[in-house]
RNA sequence: GGCGGAGUAGCCAAGUGGUAAGGCAGGGCUCUGCAAAAGCCCCAUUCGUCGGUUCGAUUCCGACCUCCGCCUCCA
């Protein structure tokens, strides 16, 4: 089976054919982070699904390269650079830090180029400057510059190609009405917007005075630049699909005007929002986690991953604490079966088991089928168990099971649990705890076992002897 | 109002025109000094509701109900 994957564009599950020749390269953009806070793990489980595709498409043997824009220069930024009297790069290279390092504690790939909005003016005047040429793009008696849909669609464009638009049905937005009256039409949609006192320092010279870049076109920039007039992949939030990735379409083959039959992105994938309490986990709702605020509650960026990954991208996902608090024990049983393999195979060394791998890439292949693949995963768990407990695994069997799992682990990126510092009070308890049992004494060691539960450590008796584990 | 998505056991969640994967929780047993871990067994005659097509529908069609998202900054 070849690998399939949904495309916005045509609402269908498709054969995913990248556009290198060879077959081998691939060109993979996702929107990424607009830089004014603390991001919460809605967002991150976007970042978490744009991860698990990248390395599902390394793991078929794929070259990826993957770009994720950060949007450093928007709205919302400017007014908080203003009030805090700090400069746009001390304001956004602290968020910026702070994200990445989510980005990691989620163990998500880091992306071959981070590029920013901030970096790429050049870019982007000179896409805003095709635009103009082409009469698709007009400066307001506001100074600001818009983009034409009605022109877009005279040079035989078609606006609509994420979602299906009927502008008489819409509900235009009172601010939409009130705050750009100097757009010809509603739909059109700000390219570079001119200066006003409330930007503040936060400004570029443009052949059209001083200003800024609109929100989109930095995308169109930035991708374009760094991956080609025409590409594979762009991935975002579900959120994005209209208007932000329908206006990057827009301004991208406007000012491209690619020959026919070609287009600025073969395939567009949108992840699912999360939801808490049943509603969409936004800012304005406040109804949002931080990765730190879980990280507080004492679950890792492993357990946060993995509660992530279990839900289908195109999902809705309802999350709850409850459900973070099943995912760990779920991945605990995953971890104690390998840490049995990993404990037999010792230094051997053997190519994987079939298996796993296959089943694996049989469910991933249908469009990223997650809860098919743990399927295979869990059924894999309890088979390798039953081996472990009839004894029927040696150290190179063990080792080709361990293998099999390496590899599916590459595309989840769970990796290791954390190896367990015993700090030395907890050693002395379980070597008191083991002596008061060699002397029968069973109520002392019952005694000792509660001690060490208090610590946080659950003492487990072994063939080997007795083993401790974080609880 | 327009557009899109979804309703499967206590919870989460796959799936198929031929009779329901997996995880969590729960119950019983084995192992254990007792536990833990692991194993074995049990846990949806039923897939929002009502019709239709069919030999047969949870799966296709229609209507309805409910929920969610987008249409406005937003992953």
């Known amino acids: 089976m070849a690998l399939q994957l949904f495309?916005?564009?045509?609402?269908?599950?498709?054969?995913?054919?990248?556009l290198d020749p060879a077959g081998r390269h691939v060109g993979m953009y996702c929107c990424g982070p607009t830089v004014h806070d603390f991001a919460h793990i809605g967002n991150f489980r976007t970042f978490v699904f744009t991860d698990l595709l990248r390395r599902y498409l390394e793991f078929r043997g794929l070259d990826v390269l993957h770009v994720m824009n950060i949007t450093d220069v928007e709205d919302k930024i400017i007014k908080r650079v203003h009030q805090q009297q700090t400069t746009l790069k001390d304001y956004t290279g602290k968020y910026e830090a702070e994200f990445l390092k989510d980005f990691d504690a989620l163990q998500c790939k880091r992306p071959h180029i981070l590029p920013h909005a901030t970096e790429h003016i050049p870019e982007i005047i000179a896409l805003i400057?095709?635009?103009l040429a082409r009469g698709i793009a007009y400066q307001a008696a506001d100074?600001?510059?818009y983009f034409s849909i009605e022109k877009y669609r005279g040079c035989g464009c078609k606006y609509g190609q994420l979602v299906n638009l009927n502008f008489d049905g819409m509900r235009v937005g009172d601010r939409v009405a009130s705050d750009e009256y100097e757009k010809e039409s509603v739909a059109d949609f700000a390219l570079w917007k001119q200066r006003v006192p409330e930007d503040g320092t936060v400004f570029w010279r443009s052949p059209w005075g001083e200003g800024r870049p609109g929100w989109h076109i930095e995308c169109s920039a930035m991708s374009i630049?760094?991956?080609g007039e025409s590409f594979d992949l762009h991935l975002g939030g579900e959120d994005l699909m209209f208007p932000h990735h329908e206006d990057e379409i827009a301004q991208s083959e406007?000012?491209?005007n690619l020959p026919a039959g070609r287009r600025f992105v073969e395939h567009w994938m949108h992840g699912s929002h999360l939801l808490v309490e049943g509603k969409k986990m936004s800012k304005s709702l406040g109804n949002f986690f931080t990765l730190r605020d879980l990280l507080a509650k004492g679950f890792s960026g492993r357990e946060i991953r993995y509660l992530l990954l279990t839900a289908h991208y195109r999902a809705q996902f309802n999350f709850t604490l409850d459900g973070l608090a099943a995912a760990r024990v779920a991945l605990a049983r995953i971890d104690e079966?390998?840490?049995k393999l990993r404990e037999l195979a010792g230094a051997a060394s053997m190519p994987p088991g079939p298996e796993l791998p296959l089943q694996f890439t049989k469910a991933m292949d249908d469009d990223l089928n997650v809860s098919a693949a743990w399927g295979a995963v869990f059924d894999w768990v309890t088979e390798t168990n039953k081996k472990l407990a009839a004894g029927q695994l040696k150290g190179p069997q063990a080792a080709a099971a361990l293998e099999a799992w390496k590899r599916v682990d590459e595309v989840?990126?769970?990796?290791?649990?954390?190896?367990?510092d015993v700090p030395p009070e907890v050693l002395?308890?379980?070597?008191?705890?083991?002596?008061?049992?060699?002397?029968?004494?069973?109520?002392?060691?019952?005694?000792v076992r509660d001690q060490l539960k208090a610590l946080g450590w659950v003492v487990e008796d072994t063939a080997k002897g007795p083993r401790v584990k974080r609880i």
């Open 7 to 18: 495309n916005t564009l045509t609402r269908k599950v498709e054969r995913f054919i990248p």
């Open 129 to 131: 400057e095709k635009l």
């Open 143 to 145: 100074g600001s510059v």
């Open 225 to 227: 630049k760094h991956l």
């Open 254 to 256: 406007g000012a491209l």
């Open 337 to 339: 079966c390998v840490g």
């Open 412 to 420: 989840f990126g769970l990796g290791s649990p954390p190896s367990d």
């Open 428 to 447: 002395a308890l379980v070597e008191e705890r083991q002596a008061a049992r060699k002397a029968k004494d069973f109520k002392r060691s019952d005694v």
